[in-house]
């Protein structure tokens, strides 16, 4: 038996070097930018879902929530008697409540076991109240699941499962029924939130709004917010940040990184990155471990019984590597170039990055991931 121990690269295979070609590409400020106020709001709930196929749970608190509901339809339960309901389960509902959301309208909802059900195939959510953060009433729940997941059990405790069975959907299975108050028409300005904070970025919003508008129309608070005045009609408001929001911008170039994913062994390397001055070397290490077990018979009519003796060969060998050198100034393709030439695995690469950051020749931020 052979057991064969790499120290070189245990991660997956794969290297990704990004390089940009060309200028950056202008976006519309409404792919750059939100609307500050202009936002989603979560709601949650808690409730039941019935009709299940005895792949309900068996939690206290559900018999606790089957009973409060038996009693609000004057049907009343005797103390110490514990119904078996396996065909109910516990769940939680949420849903995203979009900006600008009128009562009557429609939520598509994810409806979550908090319990120990199987599955929520086949069941039905009962009338939910879906609350925001500040304990109000937002929208009111109900419909048929929609759940993706499935699984099969066999008599002897063997089982299969795909995908999650205990999470379902309903598409609109929720109906608004108050409002969130938007400040979009408050104020005499408008102010946009990038997406990515920059400060050149935030310089050039404001250049092309002013350059469309006229001067002092638009200012940056710092290097997210830039506002921009505003007519107070409602009406004349949705017109004018329809325009602006088609607005195009050049955004500045990101900052220089490196990011490494260490699981997958993926690695990006950004257009900014620059390395000075180097010489870099990297070898591998191969330990190989053999084992020979051996049987020792003992001489026929003696005492003693056959034994196996454990017989270990260990062996170490080291592959030569190659020193490649890194120029002052070297540019992405540069160093695409280099790594290519090495032939180095996705594993040297990340060993060789981080030396070159530790000996200050990486001009560039190194992120792990």
Do not use: C, W
């Amino acid at each position: 038996m052979v057991a064969a121990v790499t120290i070189k690269n245990t991660l997956a295979l794969g290297l990704v070097l990004l390089m940009a070609a060309g200028p950056v590409m202008a976006d519309r400020l409404k792919d750059l930018t939100r609307v500050q106020g202009v936002r989603s709001n979560q709601l949650v709930g808690y409730g039941l879902v019935v009709g299940l196929d005895g792949s309900g749970d068996s939690a206290a608190f559900t018999n606790q929530t089957f009973r409060n509901m038996m009693n609000r339809f004057g049907i009343t339960i005797p103390e110490g008697v514990n119904p078996s309901i396996d065909n109910v389960a516990a769940v939680s509902v949420h849903a995203s409540l979009p900006p600008f959301a009128k009562a009557g309208q429609e939520l598509d909802i994810t409806v979550s076991s908090i319990g120990n059900a199987d599955s929520l195939r086949g069941g039905t959510l009962l009338m939910t109240p879906l609350k925001g953060a500040d304990d109000q009433v937002y929208a009111m729940a109900q419909g048929s699941l929609v759940v993706g997941g499935f699984g099969a059990e066999g008599q002897d405790g063997s089982r299969i499962t795909v995908n999650v069975p205990s999470v379902g959907r309903i598409p609109n299975g929720a109906t608004i029924e108050r409002e969130v108050t938007s400040p979009f028409t408050q104020g005499d300005t408008i102010t946009f939130n990038l997406l990515r904070a920059d400060f050149t970025t935030a310089k050039r919003v404001v250049e092309t709004i002013n350059g469309y508008l006229g001067d002092g129309m638009a200012y940056a608070h710092d290097a997210t917010s830039i506002s921009v005045k505003a007519p107070r009609d409602p009406s004349q408001r949705v017109s004018f940040l329809s325009i602006l929001e088609n607005l195009e911008v050049d955004p500045a170039e990101e900052a220089a990184k490196v990011v490494i994913n260490s699981r997958t062994g993926t690695i990006v390397v950004g257009e900014n990155v620059r390395v000075s001055p180097a010489a870099v070397t990297h070898g591998n290490l191969t330990v190989t471990i053999q084992e020979n077990p051996e049987v020792v018979q003992p001489n026929p009519f003696a005492a003693g019984e056959t034994e196996v003796v454990a017989n270990t060969q260990i062996a170490i060998t080291e592959e030569p590597a190659r020193m490649f050198q890194f120029g002052p100034a070297t540019t992405l393709s540069e160093i695409v170039q280099a790594v290519n030439q090495v032939g180095a695995a996705p594993g040297d690469v990340m060993a060789v990055l981080e030396a070159l950051k530790q000996a200050g020749a990486l001009r560039a931020e190194l992120i792990v991931i």
